[in-house]
């Protein structure tokens, strides 16, 4: 059983073993020793004892978790070993002398270099972390900015979620140097010797003095460490060697890394794009009312629950949005590895939203099918003076304001100015059935329908519907399409015309009214499309074409002859012919020619000639 001691270290609270926490107490003091004289001694000891938590938060699962030995082993490795900085050989006397440890490569990660930053260290750090100058990122966000229009974004998502490089340590992290005692302590006196140029005269005295003062202890230092023996260093060359075995592993981890990597850019490509996509979307939408998008106008038309666009268009965004952007974040996870976290309260909040903006949709969605419920009509009957001696003429007519040529089956409906230059919804959904009747006139019954959510509102904008036609001189002519007001809404409405003819009339429709009629007797109609363009007599439930050429059959082409007399006969019909004289006959069918007598039977089939005689 071991002792576990509570340390706080750069204010992070750790268990520590009893053992460990002695050797990682006189690793420390040695440090403090081997700065005595430095300068920036409390900011490089504030850096190292950060960077410790650091590398023990890293290997601590929970809270609970106690650090051994074995931790303080690894950390002291990554952080450098004590007598290269000072020789104070006793308080290792435990470390074993020969040790095989695979050194850590170091590697990069983004932070935003606010030292060298105009906005906000964004390019910076990506110059630190690619390798190249940061001239070239710069000008890189200049093309994407004023290129492509997605330089701005992609800029301000960095500068929220890259952290920016405080501590020592992390500016050190952000150029890919190995964050150990060494690099610290260059840093953070770098840092000095930068600021020590703004100051005064008398301040830049000082600050040689010191430095010179630190350039001697940096000497002693280097002269201590030559002092180590060869020994030692024997050891450390062969634990720092690689097995080919080691090698083969990191270049398939190098190939896998690069992968990933390609992933995370084609996340965030594919997540920065959509998202952008939606912005300019829910943008243009907004503005429809002063930017009159073509087309857009058309959304208002079918939108028959009146739901704001403004509403649908956010609820959308979110929707669709939030997973691209959670798609975006994963990218820069993959790409980035010291991503700042957006928090948890950022991720429930956005996946509350995400889920009230789904129910908003089926609620709308709901609402929007609703409106076609009830499917009701309204019937407009008129008799014609069109008697059972009539012949009359059918034709569409069509309106330059609304269409230019006539076709049913071109538009199903469209938004127009009407000739009072108000916005109307027109419609080519008219149908035409001809149906025969035993009345002495015609009648032409008009059924407009309509949807809506109840019973009142589907016939109320079925009777709003407006359709024309008239009978000139023997010639109905018919609107080939309908209107409506805008504030109806689209709602599935269409006209349906019956013409009731008496039987014996006439009729002709032009050639125009094709698409018009159904392909097929549907409904009843005894005229199709196929019937335009002539001229049919109405019958009972039934048409008579009088200009159709007439069919041949094949019972007009069929002859049967049968003569017969005393000693000879002849026939001829669908079998054949069978010709007989006294005893002897002859008959040509399909099997073929047979002829016999008393004397001979010849026989010609497709088997061959056959000649029998009495003798044989």
Known sequence: MNKTVNINLAGIFFHIDEDAYLKLQRYLEAIKRSFTDSQGRSEIIADIEARIAELFNERVQNNKQVIRIKEVDEVIAIMGQPEDYLVDDEIFEDEPQATYSKKSVPSKKLFRDTDNSYIGGVSSGLGHYFGIDVLWVRLAWIVLIFGAGTGILLYILLWILVPEAKTTSEKIMMTGEPVNISNIEKKIKDGFENVSETVTDVAKNVTESVSGAAKNVSESVSGAAKKVDLKKQGSKIKSSSRTFFDTIGDIIMFFL???????????????????????????????????????LDLVEIVNAGNTPIWLVSLLTFFTVGIPFFFLFYLGLKILINNLKSIGNIAKFT???????????????????????????????????????????????????????????????????????????????????????????????????????????????????????????????????????????????????????????????????????????????????????????????????????????????????????????????????????????????????????????????DGDGISIKTKEN
């Open 257 to 295: 890394k690069v992968f990933a990597k390609f992933i995370g850019i084609l996340l965030i490509f594919i997540g920065a794009f959509t998202l952008i996509a939606l912005l300019v979307t829910l943008l243009s939408l907004g503005v429809v009312d002063v930017i009159h998008l073509p087309g």
């Open 350 to 604: 956005l996946l509350g939203v995400w889920l009230m903006s789904i129910i908003g949709l089926v609620v709308i969605g709901v609402r929007q099918a609703s409106e076609h419920a009830f499917d009701e009509a309204v019937v407009e009957k008129r008799e014609l003076n069109i008697t059972a001696n009539d012949t009359i003429n059918l034709k569409m007519v069509g309106n330059d304001l609304y269409t230019d040529y006539i076709n049913r089956h071109s538009n199903n409906f469209k938004v127009a100015h009407n000739e009072n230059g108000e916005k109307t919804i027109y419609s080519s959904d008219v149908a035409i059935i001809v149906k025969s009747t035993t009345d002495s006139l015609a009648t032409l019954s008009v059924t407009k329908s309509a949807d809506g959510r109840n019973y009142e509102t589907a016939i109320q904008r079925a009777k709003n519907i407006n359709y024309n036609y008239a009978l000139k001189n023997k010639v109905l002519l018919l609107d080939s399409y309908f209107t409506t007001d805008t504030k109806n809404k689209y709602s599935d409405q269409e006209v349906r015309l019956t013409l009731y003819l008496p039987e014996g009339s006439v009729l002709k429709c032009d050639k125009n009214s094709s698409s018009f009629f159904y392909y097929r007797n549907y409904h009843g109609t005894i005229v199709t499309h196929t019937d335009t363009n002539k001229y049919l007599k109405i019958l009972e439930d039934a048409i008579e074409c009088l200009d159709c050429p007439i069919e041949e059959k094949e019972e007009d082409y069929k002859v049967e002859v049968d003569l017969k007399d005393e000693s000879s006969s002849l026939k001829i019909n669908e079998k054949g012919v069978k010709i007989s004289v006294d005893s002897a006959n002859l008959k040509i069918d399909k099997t073929g020619i047979k002829a016999n007598d008393n004397e001979v039977k010849v026989k010609i």
